[in-house]
Structures are given as C-alpha cells and as structure tokens.
C-alpha cells in the first residue's frame, strides 16, 4: 500500500531530520569537555545528562518494540544518569555512537514490510510501531531542545 510506505519514509526522516530544528548530532557537535557537564542556574540538567537520557529512553523504546520479554525499567532511576558529566572522552563518545546506532536498528524494524506500523504488540497495552517511532521523534526533539538552549547560555551557539 503507497500510503503506508510513504508513512514509512516520513517516520524515517523524523527520527533525524534536521528542518525545523536542529537535529541530535547537530546539537551536540563540538561541544567541549568542559561544558558537557555544566548546570546552568535555574536548569536541572547538564548536557551530559539529556544526552545520557535521550540514549536510555531511546535504547528502552527500541529494547520494548522489538522484545516481547521486556522488562519495565523503575522511573526515574533507570533513565537518568547519576553523574553530571562523563567520565571522559570515551564515555561520551560512545553515547554519542549508541544514540545514532540504536536509532538506525529502530530504522531497520521500519524498513521490515513484515511489521504491521498499525498493529498493537502482543506484549504491549495497544503500543504500535507507529507510536514508538513517534515517541522516539518527540521525546529526542524535546530534550535536543533543551540542549540548545544550555548551549546558548553557556554561550557556546551551534
């Protein structure tokens, strides 16, 4: 059905496109060591933190979709980092890797015809492909915002 692969293809852009915003990548591109970290007065996170959460909340919908053994995670603890900055270059490079590499496995699962976007998962409460797509697009684009505007008051623009 054309109508269904064109949803395919919109949900595939959303999930990284950079139109009416900056996307994931964009937003935290040389950004340097020493504001991965930093609170700003009045913001409860550090950048380090949304960039942590964005890769837990992300590796929990796709861990959900595509596992009917998944096992809930405890709110909050389970999706915040304890620490306000990476422990070092490494830490943050690799959150950075499983941020893109685990939204291109959540591609995959939307490229497959076989998976039904309209169909609720037998392991779910009427969650759908569709909705998770969705939930992964609006929940990075939030918190990509937030890291834009850290940026912007610590005064390190994209």
């Known amino acids: ?21 900056i ?15 930093k609170k700003s007065e009045g913001f409860p996170y550090s950048i380090w933190q949304l960039v942590e959460h964005i890769r837990i909340a992300q590796w929990d919908i796709l861990d959900f979709t595509r596992n ?6 405890s709110w909050p603890d389970d999706y915040w980092p304890e620490h306000h900055a990476p422990k070092n270059d490494d830490e943050w490079e690799r959150a950075i890797t499983a941020v893109r ?9 939307l490229d497959d015809p076989d998976i039904d976007l309209f169909k609720p998962f037998e392991h779910g409460t009427g969650q759908t ?10 929940h990075t684009a939030y918190h990509v ?6 940026r912007k008051i610590l005064e390190n623009t994209v």
């Open 145 to 150: 915002g937030q890291i834009i505007l850290i």
């Open 129 to 138: 492909l569709l909705r998770q797509a969705m939930l992964i697009a609006d």
């Open 1 to 21: 059905m054309e109508s269904t692969r064109i949803t395919r293809a919109y949900l595939k852009d959303i999930l990284s496109w950079q139109e009416a915003h």
């Open 23 to 37: 996307n994931f990548e964009h937003a935290v591109a040389e950004l340097p060591n020493d504001d991965r970290g």
């Open 68 to 73: 009917p053994d998944y096992k809930e995670r």
């Open 101 to 109: 590499t685990d939204r291109e496995e959540f591609i995959k699962l």
